[in-house]
Each structure stands twice: as structure tokens, then as C-alpha cells.
């Protein structure tokens, strides 16, 4: 025994079981996350129940089953519920009802013993909504002007009524966000040009007649694309749609509104499937709705994405320039040390402080002089000098800087003096060794870096939430007008997204679904953002690897 503690053997099991203990549970987090995410875009079974209250009111209801516990007898006497029977404990179901325009709450708690009767009708359906969130009830008839259609031609043709309302709601909004955003973008120029003349003093009659012609262009452009926008708004809300609700009523839903119509207890299993990954689809591509408890988080995914990308691409050079410097050109002393010390410590300031850091200096200060600088004619309106998504990547360049400085300075350390010495007796300058032969071979290590360096950027949101990132931004920092790209604006992120879903949003059961859902979306960018640059450094790894011999 006393020789197999010797050899080290029990060291060996004891790390292979923690790191093995470590997968577990890091893949069970990630299967809790992605299940609890993901259930939430199958189709549920809708319910009616005929129930009976403890009081003898009697009421229909139709919902979903969201989730369901046990609560003591005790508990419901104290809030003055008495129900018959000697239980200890009564199971409750939480229903969503949908419906808000005509009941107080999308949720409510229904007592199992106060059902009556419990009925899975497959024509009632699931209305999804642009607005109001989902209506449930039961289809009744399609009213396309004066005419209406009732019976077994309803649903065929509401399938393609709805996606006719689609397209043109689809082209309204195209309509509304590029051509019309495109001429209030250059309208607003227009203004910041007449008003950059007045302040150089060049505001001359001419000047302002030729600006004042290419408004009125401009606005005449603007008049025939508002009539076209409201053409196309009015042909989407001629169509509605029948639905007889749980109060016995016919309720009209205007088809401009209407996202789709599911009969999920129709569905057979495949229907399900497709339906499952059509709802994660658009989970993906489309816009939030509701104060973001319903929709999509495109814009969180594309600003994340866009945010790290920028930032990737501001801390990569400074960091290995940073390294090169005192690796290969400092003076190994004690300023030098003092310097080291300095960069591991930044790791473990706090990032929050890196937020503030960010608000003083880049936005206030950098951004401030920049505008009265270079945007004059748009003060007291700010342009740099406000949060937006340049401040957030240099912010996160900033605290994530050590990390690739001191892995760019691994690398340049594990390569031989002897390479450096042969290059410079063949005549090479010491900036053309780095250049052509350290640098890569040290640029695995700089990937490993910038891999250290995303995956923690990604993951950070206290410090965006000072410098750029909002609950919901209405552009993106990238679109068609000139210069295209727009690094004053702010944007999302699906880290903050989660926080104000998770923590802010007014409507906490139907959001709790969509944090878990986000959750595992933004894993899965983190990941898929690692291995994109994992497999950049494996390709480099490959094709330097003969320089090592």
C-alpha cells in the first residue's frame, strides 16, 4: 500500500475522478437548462374544465397546464378556503388562460378538487398574437370583407389568409424600417448639415435653398411610402378571425395580428416535432414582443455576437504587442516585474469596477471630446458620448486584456532561443524574426488567449449595463444607411436579456420558460463562438508545428 501511495497511482484517480465529477456536473446543467428551455416550444395540450368553486360558483375554463404542486389543507384555511375532506394536502394546477383583454390574469391557481370535469377537445385552438400574447378558443369563422366562412372550409382557407396577412405585414414592416428608416436617417443629416452651416457661419441663401429642395424630396418620397405602408396595414386587417371564447363569446381578432392558429390537440406526434422546431425557429430569428416575454431574441444574439466580435478585434493586438514588449524587448527588472504583477492582478478586479472605468473615461470623457470635436451640430444631443456598442468593446477589451498578454507571453516562452539566434545569424532583423517566425509560432497560444478572452466577454453583463446595452434597442448597430456600420448605437445582449426577463419583466410565470430558453441560446453562442476559434488555433498549431523541430 505504503508503495502504491508512492508512485503517485492515487493522485492520478483522484484528479481523473474530479475532473470526471466536474463533466457530470457541468452536463448536467447544461441538459437541465436545454430541457427546461426547450419543452417550453412544444405544443401543450389545451384543456376545458367545468369547475365548481368552494363557494358553489360554477365556471368554465380554458387554458394550458403550466405546472402543478401540492399545497397543505392548512395553508388554504388560512386563506380562508374550505374544502370537503379530511386531506392533509390538495394538489393545485397553475393554468395559463391567455385571454388578457378579457381576464385579470394570464395565470391563475385552480384547485384539482373544485374540477368538475376535464375535456381535450381537438378544435379548440391556440391563437398566437402580435400583441395581447396568446388567445385561446374556438375557431369559428373566417370574415374576409363582406364574406364569411364557417364550417369545413375554415380551416384551409384561414391557413392562407393568415399567410397572406403575413406577407403583407411582413412587407409593411420591411417597408417601415428600410425605406422609411432610410429617409428619416438622411432627413436627420439633412438637418445636422443645415445646422452645422449656421455654427461655421455658412448658412447663405443658396446653401439653404439647395437643402431645403432635397428635404422637400425628401419628404415627398416620405408621403408616397406612408400611403403605400398604410394601403398595405389596412388590405392585413381586413381579414378577422371568430373565436368563441370561455365566456361563450365571439371575440374578432383582426388577422394583421395573428401570427399563427394551432389546433395542438389535432397534432399528431410528427405535427408536433415540426411545430417544435418551426417555434425555436422563430425563437431565433424573430424580435422580442411584450416587454420581451414572448418573440424572439435575434437582436440579443446579433448584438452578443457583434460585441465580441469588435471586442476580439480591439484586445488581440494590444495584447500582443503588450506581450511582445516585455517578453522580447523590457529589460528583466524590477519595473518589469512590477509591470507583471500589475496585468495578473487586473484579472481579479471586479468587472462592475471595469463599468464604471468605461462610463468616466470612454463615454464621458473620450466620447465628450469627440463630439464637440467632430459632431458639434448635433449637441446637446450626444453621439459618441453616450453608452453605445464601441465604449462596450473597449470596455471588455480592457478586462479581458490580461488574459491574452499573459498567454501570448506563454507562448513566447516556450519558444527556443536557439530559433530567434539562427534567424538573426542569417541576416533577419529582430523585428523580422518576430514577425515572421515567433509570432507564428507563439499564435497558437494567442488563440488560446483570445479563446479565454470570449468566453468570459460573452458571459459579462454588469459592466454593459453602464456602457452600452439596453432592455431593447430599436436598430441594430448594423443597416443600410451610410457608414453601415453604427458603433454609437447601443444594443442587446442575451446576457442582460436574461436578467431583465429573469428579474424584471412584469409577466415572471410566462417569462421563466424564455430565461431558461436564452440561457442555453447563449451557451450555445459562447460555444459555438470557442469553437470557431479552437479550430482556427488547431489549423495554426498544424501548420507551424515544423517549426518546433
Avoid: C
Avoid at 372550409?153 to 411582413?170: C, M, P, Q, S, V
Amino acid at each position: 500500500m505504503g508503495k502504491w501511495f508512492k508512485s503517485g497511482s492515487p493522485w492520478i484517480w483522484m484528479t481523473a475522478g474530479a475532473v470526471s465529477l466536474s463533466l457530470v456536473a457541468v452536463l448536467g446543467l447544461l441538459l437541465l437548462i436545454a430541457w427546461r428551455g426547450l419543452t417550453y416550444f412544444w405544443p401543450s395540450s389545451l384543456y376545458e374544465w367545468q369547475l365548481v368553486h368552494p363557494d358553489g360558483r360554477q365556471e368554465l375554463l380554458i387554458g394550458e397546464i403550466y405546472d402543478r404542486e401540492w399545497v397543505p389543507m392548512e395553508r388554504l384555511r388560512d386563506a380562508g378556503i374550505t374544502l370537503p375532506g379530511n386531506e392533509e394536502f390538495v394538489e393545485r394546477l397553475l393554468v395559463k388562460t391567455g385571454n388578457r383583454e378579457y381576464v385579470p390574469l394570464d395565470f391563475r391557481w385552480v384547485l384539482v378538487p373544485s374540477i368538475v370535469s376535464t375535456k381535450v377537445p381537438k378544435e379548440l385552438a391556440v391563437v398566437e398574437r402580435a400583441r395581447n400574447g396568446n388567445f385561446y378558443g374556438y375557431p369559428v369563422a373566417l370574415q374576409q370583407g363582406e364574406r364569411e366562412i364557417r364550417g369545413p372550409e375554415l380551416d384551409a382557407a384561414l391557413a392562407r389568409a393568415i399567410d397572406d396577412a403575413r406577407a403583407l405585414t411582413k412587407e409593411a414592416d420591411r417597408l417601415q424600417s428600410s425605406d422609411i428608416g432610410r429617409i428619416n436617417h438622411q432627413l436627420e443629416r439633412l438637418r445636422l448639415e443645415q445646422r452645422k452651416l449656421a455654427l461655421d457661419g455658412q448658412d447663405t441663401p443658396e446653401a439653404l435653398a439647395t437643402i431645403e429642395a432635397r428635404r422637400e424630396a425628401l419628404n415627398a418620397e416620405y408621403q408616397i411610402l406612408e400611403r403605400r405602408l398604410f394601403d398595405l396595414r389596412e388590405q392585413a386587417g381586413q381579414s378577422a378571425l371568430l373565436v368563441r371564447d370561455m365566456r361563450g363569446q365571439e371575440v374578432r381578432l383582426s388577422l394583421n395580428d395573428v401570427l399563427d392558429v394551432t389546433y395542438s390537440n389535432a397534432l399528431s406526434t410528427p405535427g408536433k416535432v415540426w411545430h417544435w422546431m418551426k417555434a425555436v425557429g422563430s425563437f431565433v430569428v424573430d424580435e422580442p414582443r411584450e416587454a420581451n416575454t414572448e418573440g424572439g431574441v435575434f437582436p440579443a444574439i446579433f448584438g452578443t455576437v457583434f460585441m465580441v466580435m469588435l471586442m476580439a478585434v480591439i484586445v488581440t493586438p494590444f495584447g500582443v504587442m503588450a506581450a511582445v514588449y516585455l517578453h522580447e524587448y523590457a529589460h528583466k527588472g524590477p519595473i518589469t516585474r512590477l509591470i507583471r504583477i500589475a496585468v495578473i492582478n487586473l484579472a481579479g478586479v471586479p468587472s462592475i469596477v471595469y463599468g464604471v472605468f468605461g462610463l468616466g473615461f470612454f463615454v464621458y470623457m473620450v466620447g465628450g471630446s469627440l463630439d464637440e470635436l467632430f459632431y458639434p451640430e448635433a449637441l446637446p444631443n450626444p453621439t459618441f458620448g453616450t453608452p453605445g456598442v464601441l465604449w462596450s468593446a473597449l470596455t471588455l477589451a480592457i478586462l479581458t486584456l490580461p488574459v491574452v498578454i499573459v498567454s501570448t507571453e506563454e507562448g513566447l516562452s516556450r519558444i527556443p532561443s536557439a530559433v530567434r539566434q539562427g534567424s538573426l545569424a542569417l541576416g533577419a532583423t529582430k523585428a523580422e524574426t518576430l514577425w515572421r517566425i515567433v509570432l507564428p509560432m507563439a499564435s497558437p497560444a494567442i488563440m488560446t488567449g483570445l479563446i479565454l478572452a470570449v468566453a468570459r466577454a460573452a458571459g459579462e453583463v454588469a459592466p454593459l449595463m453602464l456602457v452600452g446595452v439596453v432592455k431593447l434597442a430599436p436598430q441594430l448597430p448594423v443597416d443600410g444607411n451610410f457608414p453601415y456600420v453604427h458603433l454609437d448605437r447601443k444594443f442587446m445582449h442575451l446576457g442582460f436579456h436574461i436578467y431583465d426577463v429573469g428579474f424584471q419583466s412584469p409577466n415572471v410565470e410566462a417569462a421563466r420558460p424564455l430565461v431558461y430558453a436564452t440561457s442555453f441560446l447563449l451557451v450555445t453562442v459562447i460555444v459555438a463562438l470557442n469553437l470557431t476559434a479552437i479550430g482556427v488555433r488547431n489549423h495554426l498549431r498544424e501548420k507551424f508545428r515544423a517549426f518546433d523541430h
